[in-house]
Nanobody, 118 residues
Framework: QVQLVESGGGLVQAGGSLRLSCAAS????????MGWYRQAPGKQRELVAA???????NYADSVKGRFTISRANAKNTVYLQMNSLKPEDTAVYYC????????????WGQGTQVTVSS
């Protein structure tokens, strides 16, 4: 079994920064893509940023230039550095990982709340 544990969410003023972390543990052979999604109240979950095993990244247009995704493969961990935060970034942020363990399947974290006050 594999678990993803997120940390780093919280309350911040507009213009501030937060860094989210997500660590995968359990029976893991390797991890392909990892990503961050978010879901605001009344809205669908959306992709924020993703990173492949080779380090290629892609971002939602709304966060380009403000957010940076990175990963530490030796630690099975993915990070999301969020700068210049806006109230519209307020959401629950979820980590996702495409894991090769006993089989291959995607896993989700439990979510961490990010609230940006104006």
């Amino acid at each position: 079994q594999v678990q993803l544990v997120e940390s780093g969410g919280g309350l911040v003023q507009a213009g501030g920064s937060l860094r989210l972390s997500c660590a995968a543990s359990g029976t893991i052979f390797s991890i392909n893509a990892m990503g961050w999604y978010r879901q605001a109240p009344g809205k669908q979950r959306e992709l924020v940023a993703a990173i492949t095993g080779g380090g290629s990244t892609n971002y939602a247009d709304s966060v380009k230039g403000r957010f940076t995704i990175s990963r530490a493969n030796a630690k099975n961990t993915v990070y999301l550095q969020m700068n210049s935060l806006k109230p519209e970034d307020t959401a629950v942020y979820y980590c996702n990982a495409d894991v090769y363990g006993l089989g291959r399947r995607p896993y989700w974290g439990q979510g961490t709340q990010v609230t940006v006050s104006s």
